[in-house]
C-alpha cells in the first residue's frame, strides 16, 4: 500500500520559517523524482520544487528560488522542505508527490503566513 505522509504544516509570521516532511512507503522510494506542490484556495495546484533520483539534482518554480529547499533522503524515504523567509502568498496546502509518472499524492498539509 503506498503511503505519502506530509508533516510540518501550521502557522508562521511573515518572514518565518517552516520544515515539511514527506514520508514514503510502498514503493521504492530512491528509483523516483518526488515533488512538492501546492494549492492556494481558488487557485490551481502548482509545482514548488522537484529533486531528482540521480544526482539530487534540484529545479524550483521562480516564486521560491532562494528562499525553499527541497531535499531528500532515501535511507529514511523521506523527501523535506525547508521553507524561509515565508510571506503570506505562500499560504497554502502543499502536498508531496512521487513514484512512476508522478502517480502517488499525499493528503496535504496547511501552510498558513499570517500576522
Known amino acids: 500500500q503506498v503511503q505519502l505522509v506530509e508533516s510540518g504544516g501550521g502557522l508562521v509570521q511573515p518572514g518565518g520559517s517552516l520544515r515539511l516532511s514527506c514520508a514514503a512507503s510502498g514503493f521504492t522510494f530512491s528509483n523516483y523524482a518526488m515533488s512538492w506542490y501546492r494549492q492556494a484556495p481558488g487557485k490551481e495546484r502548482e509545482l514548488v520544487a522537484r529533486i531528482f533520483r540521480v544526482g539530487g539534482s534540484t529545479i524550483y518554480s521562480d516564486f521560491v528560488k532562494g528562499r525553499f529547499t527541497i531535499s531528500r533522503d532515501n535511507a529514511k524515504n523521506t523527501v523535506y522542505l525547508q521553507m524561509n523567509n515565508l510571506n503570506p502568498e505562500d499560504t497554502a496546502v502543499y502536498y508531496c508527490?512521487?513514484?512512476?509518472?508522478?502517480?502517488?499524492w499525499g493528503q496535504g498539509t496547511q501552510v498558513t503566513v499570517s500576522s
Open positions: 508527490n512521487g513514484g512512476p509518472g508522478g502517480t502517488y
